[in-house]
């Protein structure tokens, strides 16, 4: 890992980055590294993680993010999933169990594996939704 990486001593991706926990790499660079899940949800299930700590998205430099989708999709072709899920976490009220940004690429090989989803709509005015994409916009 490069000395400008960041890092934590209690992470436990942060120990399998450095090998002081044993993993099943799928892929590894000088900022990405990505494995298999030892709780999958199906058949190929990994993780794609920047080498750069940090426990939420917007907490990793925007360079130290650049492979990460690109390796999720090669993962993808690697594994033939025709349906699969990518899936990025932030924060334990999102579901977030490591603190250490990590996408999922998770195979959708049928409906009894893989990632199952509720997904609670919520209906809004479109004056509203206007209004909330002028704030967003004017912040980016």
């Given at each position: 890992m490069s000395s400008?990486?960041?890092?934590s001593a209690s992470c436990i991706f942060c120990?399998?980055?450095?090998?002081?926990?044993?993993?099943?790499k799928l892929f590894e660079s000088?900022?990405?590294?990505?494995?298999?899940?030892?709780?999958?949800?199906?058949?190929?299930?990994?993780?794609?993680i920047p080498k750069y700590h940090g426990e939420k998205l917007a907490d990793i430099p925007d360079e130290d993010l650049t492979e990460l989708l690109p390796v999720a999709k090669k993962l993808v072709?690697?594994?033939g999933a025709n349906e699969?899920?990518?899936?990025?976490?932030?924060?334990?009220g999102a579901h977030q169990e490591v603190g250490h940004?990590?996408?999922?690429?998770?195979p959708k090989p049928n409906q009894d594996e893989g990632l199952g989803i509720g997904w609670k709509?919520?209906?809004?005015?479109?004056?509203?939704l206007k209004a909330l994409a002028?704030?967003?916009?004017?912040?980016m």
């Open positions: 400008r990486m960041a890092s120990k399998i980055i450095k090998g002081d926990i044993p993993s099943f000088d900022k990405t590294l990505a494995f298999l899940d030892i709780n999958p949800l199906s058949r190929g299930h990994a993780l794609v072709l690697a594994t699969y899920n990518i899936l990025q976490n932030n924060g334990r940004v990590h996408f999922h690429m998770i709509q919520q209906k809004h005015e479109m004056d509203v002028e704030e967003i916009k004017s912040k």
